[in-house]
């Protein structure tokens, strides 16, 4: 079999781009993770005490459930001091956020620019001219979240309190229920206070999710802006990540040409980039994300189409193509998921 062609130089600089990025998130993914060390410190004393308390009322006989855990005085203490940490975190989070948005939006402009260049070269024109976008231009969306909103707020109310004002939506009943449920069936309190810091963790994990993705977001919208502003640039193209964490909505999508001026729709946490399409040369060509896809073992298109999908997709049920879903959503615009089975199989039909 011959082997194929190497990707063009402008899609070996992208995906080293996005390597780059991932690289300064995972830094900070554990600079988050060690600053929460210090939250679940500050909450382990009522942790405890709260464990106490409910061990107590169960020796004398009596039900604790849900509603009985609210009405004592440590899991009004607990809530309480959660409130305050998670609060304080979520001040300290955006703040860093915000600090990176501006480092990601620079870089988005940086990127996009030497992508420009390098598709020119491709097509063989090396004297390149075309408008570049001031940093200052970019500036507008630091400490944003997509929703328009100070991303600040936004760490506020996914950690802390939902729309409704209730406290940290999902995270409160996973707590109780373990609380519960490990009292019930007389688990070691030290395993009890373990398995309530996980379910409090479910803040870290809010957290990490939001500073991921709306710093991606800064990059993909300055690099859109500076596309945008070259002057030459027409649409650009979707490129993927080419691994076994790849989305397959986005795989799926990849090479789909977007009109200049517009992101690439992507969803919480999304690793995607893209390349420019630039007026008079001809489209930067690399190998399809459905090739590279048939390309890999059953077990890893297995893990990323899911495996009913895959069944599905196997038996003929569908086209590789609609995988990919796009929805929107008034505020934060357009997104990208996968298609469920259900829809995939009756649109076959």
């Known amino acids: 079999m011959a082997s194929r062609q190497p990707d063009p130089l402008v899609v070996i600089r992208a995906r080293e781009f996005k390597a780059a990025l991932l690289a300064r998130e995972d830094a900070q993914m554990r600079e988050m993770a060690r600053r929460w060390l210090g939250v679940e410190r500050s909450l382990a004393a009522e942790i405890e005490a709260l464990i106490a308390e409910v061990k107590a009322l169960r020796e004398r006989g009596e039900t604790v459930n849900e509603w009985r855990l609210f009405e004592l005085e440590h899991f009004q203490r607990l809530l309480a001091q959660a409130q305050i940490e998670f609060g304080n975190y979520a001040a300290w989070t955006g703040e860093r956020i915000a600090r990176e948005q501006r480092v990601l939006a620079e870089m ?56 409704a004002g209730n406290p940290i939506p999902g995270v409160w009943e996973r707590l109780t229920q373990t609380l519960v449920d490990a009292t019930a069936k007389g688990i070691n309190p030290r395993v009890t206070a373990r398995k309530m810091r996980d379910d409090l963790a479910g803040g870290l994990r809010k957290a990490m999710t939001i500073a991921r993705t709306e710093q991606l977001r800064a990059y993909r919208l300055s690099s859109t802006m500076a596309y945008e502003a070259s002057g030459v640039v027409t649409g650009h193209k979707r490129l993927t990540a080419h691994d076994d964490r790849v989305c397959a909505a986005c795989i799926a999508d990849e090479g789909t040409v977007y009109p200049v001026g517009i992101p690439i729709g992507d969803h919480p946490q999304g690793r995607c980039t893209s390349v420019p399409v630039v007026s008079g040369l001809p489209e930067v060509q690399w190998l399809s994300g459905e090739t590279w896809f048939r390309q890999q073992s059953t077990a890893t298109q297995r893990q990323i189409m899911g495996a009913e999908r895959w069944d599905a997709w196997n038996d003929g049920r569908f086209g590789f193509g609609q995988l990919a879903m796009k929805q929107y959503h008034p505020v934060w615009g357009e997104s990208l998921q996968p298609a469920p089975l259900s829809a995939l199989i009756s649109s076959a039909n």
């Open 108 to 163: 988005g402009l940086e990127h996009a620019a030497e992508a420009i260049q390098l598709t020119y070269w491709q097509g063989g024109v090396l004297r390149v001219t075309f408008n570049r976008l001031p940093v200052e231009a970019v500036q507008v969306m630091v400490g944003l979240a997509g929703d328009g909103g100070p991303v600040g707020d936004l760490l506020r109310k996914r950690m802390v309190r939902d729309a």
